[in-house]
């Protein structure tokens, strides 16, 4: 078992700290409206949630269901992108936020872009478009995203669509998501082709955070709301942090040193 000080890989391009879905719980999440929140917050990198519209559209929304974020019911999955562009995403979150769209993720795309943001691009597929969606994911970054920018980190819980991602542009860097610990996770992630593995805060210990460094694999956790949990994984190591409190953490905080 290799040693819990061993280094974390070099050649990383991404800032520590992630503002989940824009901006957390302080803003509607994935619009446009939580993404420049988020920057006020002093944060440069973002995690969103893409998906496939019924006609082949992606955009940006968590659930397969509309009922939550939107003004509207019902699976998603049948819902055309010119249906979608006119659903309120906003006032579920307050009135000052009554009126705003979903974005696609192409509109994000070109606002990181022109920011110079990173962005973590969760590949969310409607079940039953895992494939599909992770190929579209892909390509789009392959058409929109420009070379002198770190490349958007693009991550799953469902391997099908990283795997439809990797065979589209194995080059493009990819993370693989756990919500529980599985002991193939790790040879699951290099079979992937990824670059990182995302895991639901609590898995990390000092062990499985060495095994992922030895093999190359940067460790990140999700989704960490607690200042004395975020202090925890950053004196073991871990390489970033996906948060809603972007009014807690100051993204120009480093991370301290790795044990060597």
Request: glycine share 6%; charged share 15%; net charge negative.
């Amino acid at each position: 078992m290799p040693s819990a000080t061993t280094a974390a890989p070099s050649a990383w391009p991404y800032p520590f700290w992630i503002a989940h879905r824009g901006a957390g719980l302080l803003a509607p999440e994935n619009t446009l409206a939580a993404f420049r929140h988020g920057a006020s917050y002093g944060y440069r990198m973002f995690e969103c949630d893409a998906k496939l519209s019924a006609d082949g559209v992606l955009y940006l929304m968590h659930d397969a269901q509309l009922d939550r974020t939107t003004n509207a019911q019902g699976d998603a999955v049948h819902w055309s992108w010119a249906q979608l562009a006119q659903l309120d995403a906003g006032s579920w979150h307050g009135r000052r936020w009554a009126g705003e769209p979903l974005p696609t993720l192409a509109a994000l795309m070109r606002w990181c872009i022109a920011n110079h943001f990173a962005l973590n691009i969760e590949i969310k597929p409607i079940p039953g478009t895992e494939e599909a969606t992770g190929a579209a994911v892909a390509r789009l970054v392959q058409t929109l995203w420009p070379a002198d920018l770190p490349p958007p980190l693009l991550s799953s819980f469902q391997p099908a669509a990283l795997r439809a991602a990797q065979q589209v542009n194995a080059q493009q860097m990819r993370a693989l998501l756990l919500a529980q610990w599985q002991e193939e996770a790790l040879s699951a992630a290099q079979a992937l082709g990824c670059a990182a593995l995302v895991c639901q805060h609590t898995l990390w210990d000092r062990q499985r955070l060495a095994s992922a460094h030895c093999l190359g694999l940067r460790a990140l956790s999700y989704t960490v709301n607690d200042v004395a949990q975020a202090q925890a994984l950053q004196a073991m190591g871990t390489d970033g942090i996906i948060t809603d409190r972007v009014d807690a953490f100051s993204p120009a905080a480093q991370p301290p040193a790795p044990a060597r």
